[in-house]
């Protein structure tokens, strides 16, 4: 079945340092590609996301392509801030399968 | 409405209990997802709805967990016989039935056993 595999946290960075979590993926066709983010103390909301392969998301500065020879979505932000830390999670949705595939989230703290 | 609605958004049982978890989707959204996030834990998936029917219930942790979806619209997830172990937040997510759309997620109800 579909599965995401998503990188390890907790992470932490200083600000304005540069950001990749990394998010692979193992589906049948072609799913839709999404990071959501969880805010400490807030729902989950969508960061961004992408529906086929080479599309590129992107939100707030936070920027994912979609890799199908790599069946890769990674997250980058190339300068984070104090305001990012939160949990990210990456996602999928199976193309005529719409269950809805998360990783296990990866913690992100940023510090001063 | 304007997003999805569950309720309670808190709610403390004594173990042994029955309860009664609801999710109001937004209107239209015809897929609807059941997920439980433990504390510091990542998505766990429970059961997700096309229309009234559901063509996943892998994710349900055992027989004591059931959940219905009635009109295409809202959903009640019970939970019969409560363990401790049940305490969470349960998560509620409605989308449009096209693969690339985004699910829009609940604010959810914590459970706790006691």
């Known amino acids: 079945g579909d599965s995401v595999t998503q990188m390890e946290g907790p992470v932490t960075l200083s600000e304005e340092a540069f950001l990749t979590i990394n998010c692979t993926y193992t589906?049948?066709?072609?799913?839709?590609l999404f990071w959501y983010v969880q805010y400490p103390g807030e729902g989950l909301q969508l960061l961004l996301k992408?529906?086929?392969?080479?599309d590129k998301g992107s939100n707030k500065g936070f920027e994912a392509t979609y890799r199908k020879e790599t069946t890769s979505f990674h997250l980058e932000k190339g300068s984070v801030q104090v305001s990012d830390s939160a949990v990210y999670f990456c996602?999928?949705?199976?193309?005529?399968?719409?269950?809805?595939?998360f990783g296990t989230g990866t913690r992100l703290t940023i510090i001063p | 409405g304007a997003g999805v609605s569950q309720s309670p958004s808190n709610k403390v049982t004594e173990k042994g209990k029955d309860v009664e978890l609801r999710c109001d989707p937004i209107?239209?959204?015809?897929?609807l997802y059941w997920y439980r996030q433990s504390l510091g834990q990542g998505l766990e998936f429970l059961i997700y709805?096309?229309?009234?029917?559901?063509?996943?219930k892998s994710g349900l942790p055992s027989d004591r967990f059931s959940a219905e979806r009635t009109g295409g619209s809202v959903s009640t997830l019970t939970i019969q016989r409560t363990q401790q172990e049940d305490s969470a937040v349960y998560l509620c997510?409605?989308?449009?039935?096209?693969?690339?759309?985004?699910?829009?997620f609940g604010q959810g109800t914590r459970l706790t056993v006691v």
């Open positions: 997510a409605s989308s449009f039935m096209r693969g690339g759309t985004e699910a829009f």
């Open positions: 589906a049948t066709g072609y799913p839709s």
């Open positions: 992408a529906t086929k392969a080479d």
């Open positions: 996602a999928l949705r199976g193309f005529g399968n719409e269950k809805l595939t």
């Open positions: 209107s239209g959204h015809t897929a």
């Open positions: 709805f096309q229309g009234n029917s559901a063509p996943d």
